[in-house]
Nanobody
Framework: QVQLVESGGGLVQPGGSLRLSCAAS????????MGWYRQAPGKQRELVAS???????VYADSVEGRFTASRDNTKNTLYLQMNSLSPEDTAVYYC?????????WGQGTQVTVSS
């Protein structure tokens, strides 16, 4: 069973930064794609960044230029660097991985942006 474990969330002031990590239990090369999603209270889960094994990352318009997704294949880990955070970024952030028609999810990590 694939396991994805997110970490790095927390409370940060507006304008601050956080770096999320997602550690996979197996080689991330085995996945068709990986990504970061978030879900704010009362809202649907939305894509934040898509991270294919090759090619360009794709970001949601709301985070373009502020967030950067990356992957370390040697550590089987996905990252999300979040800068210039605003209260609208408050949400539970989830890591996902696709293999064929199966999508795996992490347990999520809470990010709260507040003064």
């Amino acid at each position: 069973q694939v396991q994805l474990v997110e970490s790095g969330g927390g409370l940060v002031q507006p304008g601050g930064s956080l770096r999320l990590s997602c550690a996979a239990s197996e080689s991330i090369f085995s996945f068709n794609a990986m990504g970061w999603y978030r879900q704010a209270p009362g809202k649907q889960r939305e894509l934040v960044a898509s991270v294919p094994p090759y090619g360009s990352r794709v970001y949601a318009d709301s985070v373009e230029g502020r967030f950067t997704a990356s992957r370390d294949n040697t550590k089987n880990t996905l990252y999300l660097q979040m800068n210039s955070l605003s209260p609208e970024d408050t949400a539970v952030y989830y890591c996902s991985a696709n293999r064929g028609t199966t999508i795996y999810w992490g347990q999520g990590t809470q990010v709260t942006v507040s003064s």
